[in-house]
């Protein structure tokens, strides 16, 4: 049972709604902040993390305790609370974040979402929530479905859901990762998820499972270019709904396939936002530079996000809108982040002491982004 104090901080946990791709659930905490169940070798990741990386990746902000709860009617929620040992939510000598006791999360309904990620921008998210629909292709180009929420992410609240319920009791508390929601700051969040690297078995596979992961790489544009796209949602501002693809679609994507898509990432209906192009491959290269001095760590099944946002800023009457005007190629518009590693492995982990022995950088990874840059800068020379 919880105590006071964690009773009084308990935040019920909705799913969030601009996952694109994975298979783990992520769930809203607060406007900034997400969560996703623990993972040993994730955490190591994140609590040895290398400076140089910080910037690519999101913050790690602790660690809560969540338990299932059913409630009168019989629908499952799941309930947030500290950690015990956890100081007011700072985490391995980070500054310290207010996490909990700031508020309870005011959530809504699923079926009404983008109304509750960002509070701050209330007004905006309120008259998102009865025009901004969201379009799923799937993978054979049928008839898209209207949606009015990213359905991938939902697909995955309800597995995670049912896991648990099948699995454990209410009493039961299991340990969750609090992360940066590195889209929070966006009004319109177009993601690109891409999974990086030639390989996506970590070393601890079974047999089985290596040799499903191979198939998939080799069937796919992973063999070929390092990448392939595991999900996206791109704002369409001629019909105000998002376009939604998930992993289905990119495995059988050729590397044709895979670069139209990118080109159908950057399009919002009216134009192609060329404008993004410039700052995404200037921070794509300074994440290059990065990788490439990261001797030992293999970042297996990991995934890259590109993210920018799609509200198109007026001139005119729009000053009074919760959002800052942009201009020209300001980096700001545009964010680039690692995120998923529970297969990522490093010398000195904590959470596995004898490590594979691997040398030099991630060559897979490279691979990947150099393949990446190349496509989005022959994007921008027009070919």
Not at 28 to 46: G, R
Not at 233 to 239: G, I, K, N, S
Not at 312 to 340: C, Q, W, Y
Request: glycine residues 8%; positive net charge.
């Amino acid at each position: 049972p919880l105590g006071p104090a964690e009773g009084r901080a308990a935040v019920l946990l909705q799913p969030f709604v601009h996952q694109v791709g994975g298979h783990t659930s992520m769930l809203t905490y607060d406007e900034h902040t997400v969560c996703k169940p623990l993972v040993s070798q994730e955490l190591s990741f994140y609590e040895s993390l290398p400076l140089a990386m910080r910037q690519f990746t999101p913050q790690y902000k602790g660690i809560v305790s969540v338990h299932l709860k059913k409630d009168s009617l019989g629908n499952l929620t799941l309930i947030a609370s500290p950690s015990l040992g956890q100081p007011d939510g700072s985490a391995g000598g980070d500054p310290a974040v207010t996490l909990w006791h700031k508020r309870k999360w005011s959530h809504t309904q699923v079926t009404k979402t983008f109304k509750d990620s960002c509070p701050g921008k209330m007004l905006l998210r309120t008259d998102l929530q009865y025009h901004t629909d969201s379009l799923l292709e799937d993978a054979n180009g049928k008839q898209p479905e209207r949606k009015s929420y990213n359905p991938w992410g939902l697909h995955c609240h309800r597995q995670h859901l049912n896991r648990m319920s099948s699995k454990h009791n209410e009493n039961k508390l299991h340990q969750f990762l609090l992360l940066e929601n590195v889209v929070s700051k966006y009004s319109y969040p177009c993601i690109l998820d891409l999974k990086m690297g030639t390989r996506q078995h970590g070393d601890d596979a079974s047999e089985e499972k290596k040799a499903r992961h191979i198939k998939k790489c080799e069937q796919s544009t992973s063999a070929s270019l390092g990448v392939r796209i595991c999900g996206m949602q791109v704002y369409q501002a001629d019909t105000g709904h998002f376009l939604c693809k998930d992993k289905y679609y990119g495995r059988k994507l050729s590397p044709e396939g895979f670069q139209q898509t990118l080109r159908q990432f950057l399009c919002n209906g009216n134009q192609l936002r060329t404008d993004l192009l410039e700052p995404i491959v200037l921070r794509l290269k300074a994440l290059l530079a990065v990788i490439r001095k990261q001797s030992s760590y293999r970042f297996y099944s990991s995934s890259l996000l590109i993210i920018y946002d799609g509200q198109e800023h007026k001139e005119s009457a729009d000053h009074h809108l919760p959002f800052p005007k942009t201009h020209g190629t300001n980096p700001s518009r545009v964010d680039v982040r690692m995120i998923d590693f529970a297969h990522t492995t490093f010398k000195g982990s904590k959470s596995n002491p004898n490590p594979t022995p691997h040398d030099g950088p991630d060559h897979g990874y490279i691979f990947g982004l150099e393949n990446l840059i190349k496509i989005l800068q022959s994007l921008l020379e027009g070919k």
